[in-house]
């Protein structure tokens, strides 16, 4: 859900030509086949939780005007066929962690047993509302970020015009969705919800920020920054949605701050135990060469070890006649020091702090497959 996607190493990709990491075809078989017994327990699959709003009729019209993008390399395509079909991912995960979290805690006792009979298969209906709102908003999110930096557009992407238009569409399609999400979020009718869910849109923008701004920087070259920054960072942009959207879920149902600081602690180490998973594959598998980026966590604890004066002599020796950095050079030098060990150990560390949390929950088949989830961030 968050690697990118399969290129040659001998090429960078160009800053506004981001990758969907949702959409990855490198996802380890072993958290699907987790993610798809976790849908059996909340009663229905989430892959198409947002389906109701992607098939509004406002965003039907967006779809016809989407396929005169056809035949260039605008990444709104990809977006929109991701939601269409992705035979090889399950693409609605941070709702289902939203559902398996309100099953695993449970009605709360300040909850009143009025309230408790509008359960179904042990989740409120405001419960599965949240879901539904938190994968709207990261959708709204993927699609703003397919808009192509025009600075960087080639004749080889298609014409100009159309990469305009399809920037435009991006824009609409993106608003649309986080307006229907913040319509819904203000029926939940709960200022604490309200805030929180708000203040995770506040980090989204912010960590992706930064991304941009270490990708556009110098090839993604990043001087300066250590691991404790990369999970800062990281978790603005990846983990925030789900930590407090778990803490959201515990709110709704009336549970105790502790019960709410528990299922914060879940989301973020499970999010950034996944980040750092989908990091790792380039390192970690043996087939045909992925592309990654120089601020992927294994690169950014190699650079660390080695020290920026050595980091750069490095980068200067992988580079070609043509001064283009030769990414198997560069992967072939992270993995030879312990950048990658280094990283995996810090998978495992988050992978433990997330069973540490779910595990303070009732046991129960929902506790278990949350459990499953933790572990399986681990598997390469």
Known sequence: MFTAGVRRLSRLPRPGHRSLSLFSSSEPSNWNKVVSDAEKIVGYPTSFMSLRCLLSDELSN??????????????LLNTARGFVYDSKNNLQMRGLVVLLMSKAAGPSQAASDLLAQDMVSGIYPSQ?????????????????????NLKDWTVSDGPLKDMEFGNKIAVLSGDFLLASACT??????????VELISSAIGDLVQGIYYENNSNTEDNGITDG??????????????????????????ELARHDKEAQKLAYKYGKHLSLGHKLNSDLQPFVKSAEPMSFSLSAAPVVLHQQIVGQKRWHQQLQQAKTARNILDFSKILATVKSDKGVSSAVDLCCYHSNKALEAIRAFPASEARSALENMASAVTKY
Not at 62 to 75: D, E, F, S
Not at 231 to 249: I, P, V
Request: net charge positive.
């Open 62 to 75: 967006v779809a016809m005007y989407v396929r005169k993008l056809v035949g260039t390399q605008h990444p």
């Open 225 to 250: 920054i250590d691991i404790g920054t990369w999970e800062k960072q990281t978790f603005l942009s990846h983990g925030a949605l789900l930590a407090k959207s778990c803490q959201a879920a515990m």
């Open 128 to 148: 599965r509302n949240l879901a539904e709102i938190t994968e709207l908003i990261h959708t709204a999110f993927l699609v703003h970020r397919g808009i192509v």
């Open 184 to 193: 819904g979020l203000a029926q939940l009718d709960n200022t604490k919800v």
